[in-house]
């Protein structure tokens, strides 16, 4: 098999004939997908002399606590119906990672279809995602509004700013590439945005970008929401608490560190009375995004906690590498290391048979690292294991905040 970085001048055509033939863009969308491949690093894989495989990804940045790191997307792994069940997938997603690496993100995080196949490439996963659906009449924010600008399209370099520009909670993200935000606002059917541009030079500074199902009743799907202070995020919700007077139904991911249902009238009486209608309100979750570490020291160099110091040994197994050709220079991060968790952080080659030792995957590990469970919590439902006091300390040295991306990759 051919592995080898688009070449638009010539793949494009079949590039569009793949996404096509997946559904992933509907004809006359092509130039959506040509701003992806124009913003993207894309890697190819050929049968019969053309592309049947792709693999995007893009430069970001993830917060861990009050640091920013640099953090590589996987944004996209799709292959042809010609091509399927011939590990293509699986190898050229697997170089992706790697040349992420090398380039020097210490961590890679994907979108996953389904739990399971990104773990074989040491993937684990992230939180729960907590999906709301309410009345927007029934939103309990009692300020005013004032009259918004409309976002369109057209508006993408504000929008992306804004969404560059908000404050992070831990596990935020940021896609640095502006095509992360062109695309959804190009891609969805009746799109439209509301939002203020309060900044000191007039930019955008606080926003929301919906779909509308319907555009007279709803429901309308919210895909994000700007703000950088509370007065704002009451704003916004203002301005959607004003749409209930047609639309019933406004659905939104969850935003990082709030409860919605504290910002919501008789959430239990709602469900009940919608229940099993097209307007029916209530909270989903799903956990759908991974990520796994691709340099241990690197990521523990950037790691501060604010409790005592835990060290141990680490024996940490990375399936990765026999996905990957021999002449690739970095084989994941499998091996021995010496920990140590706390205010200064280290991970270094070796044992120390004075310590205990924490064995574990790469994605138990990456979880346990970036919060997502404690170790207790992994050592029962992953791969992860080590002495009941040794992970006893260790859920008290990684006492985090649930990692929120606030960006879907």
């Given at each position: 098999?051919?592995?080898?970085?688009?070449?638009?001048?010539?793949?494009?055509?079949?590039?569009?004939?793949?996404?096509?033939?997946?559904?992933?863009?509907?004809?006359?969308?092509?130039?959506?997908?040509?701003?992806?491949?124009?913003?993207?690093?894309?890697?190819?894989?050929?049968?019969?002399?053309?592309?049947?495989?792709?693999?995007?990804?893009?430069?970001?940045?993830?917060?861990?606590?009050?640091?920013?790191?640099?953090?590589?997307?996987?944004?996209?792994?799709?292959?042809?119906?010609?091509?399927?069940?011939?590990?293509?997938?699986?190898?050229?997603?697997?170089?992706?990672?790697?040349?992420?690496?090398?380039?020097?993100?210490?961590?890679?995080?994907?979108?996953?279809?389904?739990?399971?196949?990104?773990?074989?490439?040491?993937?684990?996963?992230?939180?729960?995602?907590?999906?709301?659906?309410?009345d927007p009449a029934q939103l309990d924010v009692d300020?005013?509004?004032?009259?918004?600008?409309?976002?369109?399209?057209?508006?993408?370099?504000?929008?992306?700013?804004?969404?560059?520009?908000?404050?992070?909670?831990?596990?935020?993200?940021?896609?640095?590439?502006?095509?992360?935000?062109?695309?959804?606002?190009?891609?969805?059917?009746?799109?439209?945005?509301?939002?203020?541009?309060?900044?000191?030079?007039?930019?955008?500074?606080?926003?929301?970008?919906?779909?509308?199902?319907?555009?007279?009743?709803?429901?309308?799907?919210?895909?994000?929401?700007?703000?950088?202070?509370?007065?704002?995020?009451?704003?916004?919700?203002?301005?959607?608490?004003?749409?209930?007077?047609?639309?019933?139904?406004?659905?939104?991911?969850?935003?990082?560190?709030?409860?919605?249902?504290?910002?919501?009238?008789?959430?239990?009486?709602?469900?009940?009375?919608?229940?099993?209608?097209?307007?029916?309100?209530?909270?989903?979750?799903?956990?759908?995004?991974?990520?796994?570490?691709?340099?241990?020291?690197?990521?523990?160099?950037?790691?501060?906690?604010?409790?005592?110091?835990?060290?141990?040994?680490?024996?940490?197994?990375?399936?990765?590498?026999?996905?990957?050709?021999?002449?690739?220079?970095?084989?994941?991060?499998?091996?021995?290391?010496?920990?140590?968790?706390?205010?200064?952080?280290?991970?270094?080659?070796?044992?120390?048979?004075?310590?205990?030792?924490?064995?574990?995957?790469?994605?138990?590990?990456?979880?346990?690292?970036?919060g997502v469970r404690p170790a207790t919590s992994l050592?029962?439902?992953?791969?992860?294991?080590?002495?009941?006091?040794?992970?006893?300390?260790?859920?008290?040295?990684?006492?985090?905040?649930?990692?929120?991306?606030?960006?879907?990759?």
């Amino acid at each position: 098999m051919n592995f080898r970085l688009a070449d638009l001048s010539r793949d494009r055509a079949a590039l569009h004939r793949l996404w096509l033939e997946l559904g992933w863009i509907n004809k006359g969308q092509e130039d959506v997908m040509d701003l992806l491949l124009a913003d993207s690093t894309a890697l190819v894989a050929d049968l019969n002399g053309e592309p049947e495989c792709l693999v995007l990804t893009s430069p970001a940045t993830l917060r861990y606590l009050d640091d920013e790191l640099p953090f590589g997307i996987v944004a996209a792994v799709t292959t042809s119906r010609l091509a399927r069940k011939r590990g293509l997938a699986g190898r050229l997603c697997a170089q992706a990672v790697a040349d992420l690496a090398i380039a020097g993100a210490p961590l890679v995080g994907l979108g996953m279809f389904e739990q399971g196949y990104y773990n074989q490439l040491g993937f684990g996963t992230g939180g729960y995602e907590h999906f709301v659906s309410f009345d927007p009449a029934q939103l309990d924010v009692d300020v005013p509004a004032r009259v918004p600008r409309r976002i369109t399209p057209d508006d993408w370099p504000a929008v992306h700013a804004a969404r560059l520009a908000r404050p992070l909670g831990h596990g935020g993200v940021r896609v640095l590439p502006a095509a992360a935000t062109r695309e959804p606002l190009m891609r969805a059917e009746n799109g439209f945005g509301l939002g203020f541009y309060d900044g000191p030079n007039g930019e955008l500074t606080h926003h929301f970008w919906a779909k509308a199902d319907n555009l007279q009743h709803g429901p309308f799907r919210i895909f994000w929401m700007v703000f950088q202070d509370r007065a704002q995020l009451l704003e916004l919700l203002a301005l959607i608490r004003g749409l209930g007077d047609q639309v019933h139904l406004v659905s939104l991911r969850e935003l990082p560190t709030l409860q919605m249902q504290d910002l919501i009238c008789q959430p239990f009486k709602q469900r009940r009375i919608t229940e099993k209608s097209p307007f029916e309100t209530g909270v989903r979750a799903a956990a759908y995004w991974q990520v796994r570490i691709c340099d241990l020291a690197g990521c523990l160099e950037r790691t501060h906690l604010r409790g005592e110091t835990v060290r141990f040994n680490l024996a940490l197994a990375d399936p990765i590498g026999r996905f990957l050709d021999e002449s690739v220079t970095w084989r994941g991060v499998a091996g021995d290391y010496v920990v140590t968790l706390g205010p200064s952080s280290a991970a270094e080659r070796g044992t120390d048979p004075a310590l205990q030792t924490l064995t574990a995957s790469v994605g138990a590990f990456s979880r346990l690292w970036l919060g997502v469970r404690p170790a207790t919590s992994l050592a029962w439902t992953d791969t992860l294991a080590g002495p009941a006091d040794l992970l006893q300390r260790l859920d008290w040295a990684l006492r985090l905040p649930e990692p929120r991306p606030d960006w879907d990759f």
